[in-house]
């Protein structure tokens, strides 16, 4: 529900995020069948769970509010790879992780800046996934475009936040006894 000013309570603001999610995995997925010859995603390959990954509050706030048991009680992976890595490089949050998880192993395009302030394309695959055709052949629809998903939860959370865009590390989620 939304105030006099537009801002968002919580629980309003959680069911918009999963609403945004449930709309990012099945365009996720449908790019990801597309692309089934070259993808190799897989539960335990996890090269590309970095540490160090920061999310907005309230992604932040899914994640304690569904898995408020582990945070209290299990330990952090070690210190190099996401803190939510398991033993056997699978994700403890998985059906919570955040946005920028889900579309990890797609191609991805972005537009930048050349030194001149003219925008450039950029595109980019994680290694294990870069077979077949070059993803600069690809066409645009078939990569996905960095930035429109990014704009609508930085909106969300201006909105639920007192217009803060606060970003929260994710290591930092554990209680401070487990880190
Ligand atoms: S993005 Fe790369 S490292 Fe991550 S699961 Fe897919 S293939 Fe493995
Ligand atoms: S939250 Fe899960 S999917 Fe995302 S980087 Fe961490 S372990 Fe990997």
């Known amino acids: 529900m939304a ?3 537009g801002q968002l309570d919580w629980d309003t603001a959680l069911e918009a995020l999963a609403r945004l999610y449930e709309l990012v995995d099945r365009q996720a997925r449908a790019l990801a069948a597309v692309h089934k010859d070259r993808i190799c995603c897989r ?6 769970c970095k ?21 209290q009680t299990a330990k952090p992976h070690e210190v190099g790879m996401c803190a939510f890595l398991d033993e056997q490089g699978a994700c403890r949050i998985y059906p919570s992780r955040p946005y920028v998880c889900r579309t990890e192993g797609l191609p991805l395009r972005w537009i930048d800046q050349m030194p001149d302030g003219s925008p450039v394309e950029m595109r980019d ?3 294990l996934n870069d077979q077949g055709p ?4 690809l066409d645009l629809n078939l990569c996905w475009t960095i930035g429109p998903v990014e704009e609508a939860l930085a909106e969300l959370e201006a909105q639920c936040d007192g217009g803060r865009l606060r970003r929260v590390g994710l290591r930092e989620l554990f209680a401070a006894g487990q880190r």
């Not at 539960?43 to 590309?48: D, E, L, Q, T, V």
């Not at 920061?54 to 994640?63: D, G, K, R, S, Y």
């Not at 070059?134 to 052949?137: C, D, G, K, P």
């Open 51 to 71: 540490d160090g990954l920061t999310v907005f509050e309230l992604e932040a706030m899914n994640i304690r509010r569904n898995h408020a048991g582990l945070l």
């Open 43 to 48: 539960k335990g390959c996890s090269s590309c």
């Open 125 to 127: 695959i994680c290694p």
């Open 3 to 5: 105030d006099q000013e």
């Open 134 to 137: 070059a993803i600069e052949t």
